[in-house]
C-alpha cells in the first residue's frame, strides 16, 4: 500500500468588514471551496486585522464576523475538509508578530505599496499607527504559523506576499534554520467583475449582489441596472462588449446562453429584460441555497462548536510552530 501524498497547505483570510457580496464569492470562496479538494486548508477571519482600520469603532467586528463565517459556509466551505478559525482566537498569532518585528526592517514594511495607499483612501482616519503599518507584518504571520505553501489571494495582496517571502529567507539566514516553506500566491483564476453600474463592487456603492440579499432584491437590482447606453429602444442592436450585464453572463451563465445573448442583443433579436431576466437565472441558481443555508447558520449554536473545534485545530498547529520558532530564536 502506497501512503497518501502530503497535502500542500494553504492559508487564507479574509477582514471581517461587512456581508459578502457574489464578487467576494467568485473572487475568493469559489476558489477556497475548490482547493479542499486538493490542499490542507486553513481558512481564518482576519480580525484582528480588521482593527487595523477600525480601531476607534469596533462594534461591527464580531457581528462581521460571524456573518462572514456562515457565509462561507453557506457558500460551500466544509469545516469537516477545512480548518476554519478565527485570528483572534489563536494567540501565536500575536506572538510570532512580535518575533518577527524583530528583524523587520522598518523600510520593508514603508515600501509596501498598501500602506501609503490605504492612509491616502482613507484620509479620514488617522492610520499612522503601529498595527497600521505593521499590517503586512501580521499577514505574514497568519501565513508562516501554518507553515502554508501557499495562499490564495487577489492581485493587490502580491507585495504581502512578497515581504513574507523576503522574511521567511531573513528569519532562516539569521537563525541558520529552516522552518518555514515560502509561500506562493495562487491568483483566483476568476477576474474582477465590477459592480452593477460598472463601477467596482461594494455594499457602500449599493451596487453589489450581497449574499443575504432576498430574491426581489436581487431582481430588482439586476433590472435597474445600466446596460449598452447606445441601446435605447428595443429595437436598436447593441454590444454587449461594452454591456456590464454581458460580462456577468460570461462570468455565470453556461455557454450557450452567453453565445445566444450576445447574438441577440447585436441583432436586437431580445431585449434586455430578456437579457437580464436570463442572467437572473444563473444568479439565482447560485444564490438561492447560499442566502438559505447561511440565514440557517448566522443565529445557530452549530456555527459555535464549529468554531471552537476549527479555532482548536488551529491552535494545535500554532503551538508546534511556535515551538519550533523558539527553538530556532533560543528563546
Ligand atoms: N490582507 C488580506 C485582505 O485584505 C486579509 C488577510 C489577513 C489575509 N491575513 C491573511 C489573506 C493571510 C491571506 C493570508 O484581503
Ligand atoms: Fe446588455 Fe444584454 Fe441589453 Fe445587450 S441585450 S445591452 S448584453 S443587457
Known amino acids: 500500500m502506497t501512503a497518501a501524498p502530503t497535502r500542500q497547505r494553504v492559508l487564507s483570510g479574509m477582514r471581517p468588514t461587512g456581508p459578502l457580496h457574489l464578487g467576494h464569492y467568485l473572487g475568493a470562496l469559489k476558489n477556497w471551496v475548490t482547493m479542499q479538494d486538493t490542499h490542507d486548508c486553513f481558512f481564518m477571519s482576519a480580525d484582528l486585522h480588521a482593527l487595523s482600520t477600525s480601531y476607534d469603532d469596533t462594534g461591527g467586528v464580531r457581528a462581521a464576523r460571524r456573518v462572514n463565517l456562515a457565509e462561507w459556509i453557506a ?18 498569532h500575536s506572538e510570532l508578530h512580535v518575533i518577527l518585528s524583530m528583524i523587520t526592517p522598518l523600510s520593508w514594511l514603508e515600501r509596501v505599496p498598501t500602506y501609503k495607499e490605504q ?6 482616519k488617522d492610520l499612522s499607527t503601529y498595527g497600521f503599518l505593521g499590517y503586512p507584518l501580521l499577514q505574514s504571520a497568519d501565513i508562516i504559523l501554518y507553515r502554508a505553501h501557499a495562499v490564495p489571494v487577489g492581485q493587490d495582496q502580491l507585495p504581502h506576499l512578497e515581504l513574507t517571502r523576503e522574511l521567511v529567507r531573513r528569519f532562516h539566514h539569521l537563525y541558520s534554520c529552516q522552518v518555514f516553506p515560502e509561500p506562493e500566491a495562487i491568483l483566483s483564476p476568476v477576474p474582477k467583475l465590477s459592480g452593477l453600474d460598472g ?15 432576498s430574491k426581489e432584491d436581487v431582481k430588482k437590482k439586476v433590472l435597474a441596472a445600466p446596460t449598452d447606453p ?16 454581458y460580462a456577468w453572463h460570461k462570468a455565470l451563465s453556461a ?7 450576445a447574438a441577440g442583443c447585436r441583432s436586437a433579436g431580445i431585449g434586455c429584460v430578456d437579457c437580464k431576466k436570463k442572467l437572473l437565472v444563473a ?8 442566502r438559505e443555508k447561511r440565514a ?11 468554531l471552537v473545534e476549527g479555532n482548536r485545530r488551529a491552535r494545535t498547529v500554532a503551538h508546534e510552530t511556535m515551538e519550533m520558532v523558539r527553538d530556532a530564536v533560543k528563546l
Request: glycine share 4%; with cysteine; net charge negative.
Open 75 to 92: 457558500c460551500g466551505v466544509d469545516p469537516a475538509r477545512a480548518v476554519v478559525f478565527e485570528q483572534s482566537r489563536v494567540a501565536e
Open 119 to 124: 492612509q491616502e483612501n482613507l484620509s479620514h
Open 199 to 213: 463601477r467596482k463592487m461594494s455594499k457602500s456603492y449599493n451596487n453589489a449582489l450581497m449574499l443575504g440579499d
Open 255 to 261: 455557454l450557450p446562453v452567453v453565445e445566444e445573448v
Open 283 to 290: 444568479m439565482d441558481a447560485i444564490l438561492d441555497p447560499v
Open 230 to 245: 447606445q441601446r435605447i429602444k428595443r429595437t436598436d442592436p447593441g454590444n454587449p462588449e461594452v454591456c456590464n450585464i
Open 296 to 306: 440557517e447558520l448566522v443565529n445557530n449554536t452549530a456555527l459555535d462548536d464549529i
